[in-house]
């Protein structure tokens, strides 16, 4: 298997921050990193201001904590597409759970025939196996995810599961198998020049 490099990452350009209020920063922080902070803090903390009011000490860890943990390992690196921040995996990965698949064709996106969408039991079993055994939320979790398509209808025979694997020929099994061929035409040729 081929594996390819990306030396994009090496060539990253990003502005920092070196300065803030007066306060020196040091070597600075990503600006981008401080946007995404500024917007999470001003949505999280204006949704509390509206259902709690003013913080206090008891609930002034509930205004400042989850937003920044979000931002903490929100903006590293993606351990799957290291181009991307890990929120961005987390909100493809939170869109799929919650929309299904959505397949992307030419660059644009179409709606999905019926038979392109993958069932809620499909998109969650998997993330939510504890729950579905012998937990006490099992049943409640089981009529959530909705039924079981994987499973044949009455009177059908059992599902049957493809597991299709490309391969790749190299051009030595290209020659032979085009030898063969060559082979097999030569012997039908001499077989029908008898025949006649």
Known sequence: MRTGHTYT???????????????D???GIARRV???????????????LL???????????????PPGLVVAYGARPSTRVP????????????????TGHRPVICG?????????????RGRWA??????TGSSVLGPAVDRWLGPDTDTAPAGAGPVIRLTAR????????????HGRRAARTARKARTQGVAA
């Open 166 to 177: 490309p391969r790749l020929y190299g051009p030595d099994a290209v020659v032979r198998a």
């Open 83 to 98: 181009r991307r921040i890990a929120l961005t995996g987390w909100a493809i990965t939170a869109r799929y759970l919650i």
């Open 51 to 65: 259902l709690l009011g003013l913080p206090s000490k008891v609930t002034a860890t509930l205004y400042l904590l």
């Open 25 to 27: 920063l040091g070597e």
């Open 108 to 120: 644009g996106r179409r709606a999905a025939y019926r038979s392109e969408w993958i069932g809620r």
């Open 34 to 48: 401080l946007v995404l902070a500024l917007v999470l803090y001003v949505l999280w903390d204006g949704a509390l």
């Open 9 to 23: 990452d090496h060539f990253r350009l990003e502005t920092r921050q070196h300065e803030l209020l007066g306060l």
């Open 126 to 131: 998997p993330r939510l196996t504890l729950l």
